[in-house]
């Protein structure tokens, strides 16, 4: 698919002279959700960091066509290929609206930046609400909504998600994919990495499987959900 927003082909990774990523080839089509799911320690932060620039990596990965081997990790953001790390990464003893204020740092235009503030607090009303409480008091499932709602603050195209339901409480994780569904719904294409096999394939268009630094399966995320190698490993054996 040579329209893909990302392409990566043979992507190499180490940590010293351990080789966490052996060659991962996927692509990320426009407006779609695409999920990396796999087993703890099968390299898909390492991926996402390494796609973000914050690890250095081998392998051809394009970005809008562009190689992403000459853009630096603030050049990724400006063109809207974004991370939202599995630690949320916030400053918890700032408050709510500096920590999204933050996402905009690099932003010039004072009147976009109050937009897209006003239309983060209308995606997440208890961002608004708390809009004054430091960032520290909040929820794991606000602080997912505060990481999320920061990233749209550079206003994304192609948003990575790093284990966004990760110690949530189940209500609170089928909030967290409301919101990753609603995010394709406004045009932002998701590139979502996740242990909880069967919610992200219930939202995704497409997914691959990751093991120990492979792609082991991909395909439509429909087809990966009623797969008997991914049910009987990922999704409970049903
Ligand atoms: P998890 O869900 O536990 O975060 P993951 O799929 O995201 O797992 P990674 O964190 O990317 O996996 O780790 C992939 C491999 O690289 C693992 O074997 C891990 O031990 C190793 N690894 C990760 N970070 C480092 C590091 N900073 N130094 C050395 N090895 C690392």
């Given at each position: 698919m040579s329209g893909a927003l990302l392409s990566v082909q043979d992507l190499h990774v180490n940590y010293g002279?351990?080789?966490?990523?052996?060659?991962?080839?996927?692509?990320?089509?426009?407006?779609?959700?695409?999920?990396?799911?796999?087993?703890?320690?099968?390299?898909?932060?390492?991926?996402?960091?390494?796609?973000?620039?914050?690890?250095?990596?081998?392998?051809?990965?394009?970005?809008?066509?562009?190689?992403?081997?000459?853009?630096?990790?603030?050049?990724?953001?400006?063109?809207?290929?974004?991370?939202?790390?599995?630690?949320?990464?916030?400053?918890?003893?700032?408050?709510?609206?500096?920590?999204?204020?933050?996402?905009?740092?690099?932003?010039?235009?004072?009147s976009r930046v109050k937009a897209d503030l006003d239309e983060v607090y209308q995606r997440f009303p208890r961002l608004l609400e708390r809009r004054g409480q430091l960032a520290g008091t909040l929820s794991g499932g606000e602080q997912q909504m505060l990481a999320i709602g920061r990233a749209l603050m550079t206003s994304p195209k192609l948003l990575m998600l790093d284990e966004p339901s990760l110690g949530l409480a189940p209500i609170i994780v089928r909030e967290i994919f409301n919101i990753v569904e609603s995010l394709r719904g406004s045009g932002v294409t998701v590139l979502l990495v996740e242990q909880n096999a069967r919610a992200a394939l219930a939202c995704s268009d497409h997914g691959y499987v990751l093991e120990t630094g492979d792609v082991k399966l991909s395909g439509p995320a429909q087809a990966l959900a009623a797969d008997p190698a991914v049910t009987s490993a990922y999704l409970g054996g049903e």
């Open positions: 002279r351990v080789e966490a990523l052996h060659g991962v080839s996927l692509e990320v089509g426009a407006g779609q959700i695409v999920s990396v799911i796999g087993p703890n320690g099968a390299g898909k932060t390492t991926l996402l960091s390494a796609l973000a620039g914050v690890l250095p990596s081998r392998g051809a990965a394009r970005y809008q066509g562009e190689p992403l081997s000459a853009l630096s990790v603030e050049e990724r953001v400006r063109r809207g290929l974004v991370l939202v790390p599995e630690k949320r990464e916030l400053f918890g003893s700032m408050t709510v609206a500096d920590n999204l204020l933050l996402g905009s740092y690099s932003r010039r235009s004072r």
